[in-house]
């Protein structure tokens, strides 16, 4: 089983508006809505690519319900702390005339300490059924920076290698217990390195230092380019293949999806990195979040190039 955290869980709401501008009144071309949050969306590509997953977290109220009610229909498994308040709502923008993505995300609930507690009990007795765990996304308010890092090392703890695509101080504190797997943005690792980053040469000593502190692989994402991985063994460069790019929203988790779906078919470490890479592509080139097909990632491998970086 694929255990998935996503602390804040949503309703997603993304929007097609030909010609935004802030302040004046518009009609969508097109929308859609589905339940959100890294870790489902996540859990959704992995479906799409054939894979089974459990989704662990926070939810709450209403929306709460609709998120429940969506993993059920998407035949994911929600295993969610119900929260005492309600969840966020998420609504994303499209302008696919000027090419533009705004992005307005509500705080979210609440945890209460009984609520953090009870999630983490939950979370160690799923690490008993799991072959791989993913912990991605923020947090609710009242969530200490410290949770990633305890969750981590219960996964360690308990033999589970263990993925976690967060930012901010709570990748910052997850470091400390050295996770399997982290995929950071640019930005992101530079934060972690404390200083600007060279594309591949200073991305690689980033990631190096990280993997010094026991970290097996570094998947940094540069966006359309496509990401640099570095791990004990090698890196490389993964450069996506060229597609019209409709909307980035949810690119990042679809490529958690490819990676994940591609080490549990056992495939080796080269051909995750394609797989991830092709399916962050592959959820680029649609509207809203999630992949089209696994089909849609397999046509993307023969053009996603991987390279050894010296």
């Known amino acids: 089983m694929i255990l998935i955290l996503c602390c804040n869980a949503a309703m997603d709401r993304t929007y097609r508006v030909p010609n935004f501008r802030p302040g004046k009144f518009h009609h969508t071309s097109d929308f859609q809505v589905v339940a959100g949050g890294k870790g489902v969306n996540v859990a959704r590509a992995l479906s799409i690519l054939g894979h089974k997953s459990t989704v ?19 035949k994911i498994r929600p295993a969610f702390v119900e929260t005492a308040e309600e969840s966020r709502l998420v609504q994303n923008f499209i302008d696919p005339v000027a090419h533009t993505e705004t992005r307005v995300d509500e705080l979210g609930p609440l945890a209460s300490p009984r609520e953090l507690r009870r999630l983490e009990r939950r979370w160690k007795k799923l690490l008993a059924e799991a072959q791989i765990a993913i912990i991605a996304g923020s947090t609710p308010r009242g969530s200490p920076d410290t949770l990633y890092r305890d969750l981590v090392t219960a996964a360690k703890q308990a033999g589970v290698p263990v993925i976690v695509d967060a930012h901010d101080a709570l990748l910052a504190q997850s470091i400390a217990a050295a996770p399997t797997i982290i995929t950071p943005n640019l930005a992101e690792l530079q934060a972690l390195a404390g200083r600007q980053l060279t594309v591949p040469q200073g991305v690689q000593q980033g990631a190096g230092e990280l993997i010094q502190q026991g ?64 399916a962050g592509t592959a959820n680029a080139a649609v509207f809203g979040m999630g992949l089209p097909a696994r089909s849609s990632v397999e046509d993307l491998l023969a053009d996603t190039a991987l390279t050894p970086l010296d």
Do not use: Y
């Not at 109220?61 to 229909?73: P, S, Y």
């Not at 570094?218 to 966006?223: D, I």
């Not at 949810?250 to 797989?275: F, H, I, R």
């Open 56 to 74: 662990t977290g926070f939810a709450g109220g209403m929306v709460g319900r609709f998120i429940v009610a969506e993993l059920h229909r998407l």
């Open 215 to 278: 970290i097996e692989l570094v998947l940094t994402s540069l966006g359309n380019v496509g990401a640099i991985a570095v791990a004990p063994s090698g890196c490389w460069l993964v450069e996506a293949p060229e597609v019209q790019v409709v909307s980035s929203v949810g690119s990042g988790d679809a490529m958690v999806a490819g990676l994940v779906a591609a080490t549990v078919e056992g495939l080796p470490l080269t051909e995750q990195l394609k797989w991830a890479v092709a």
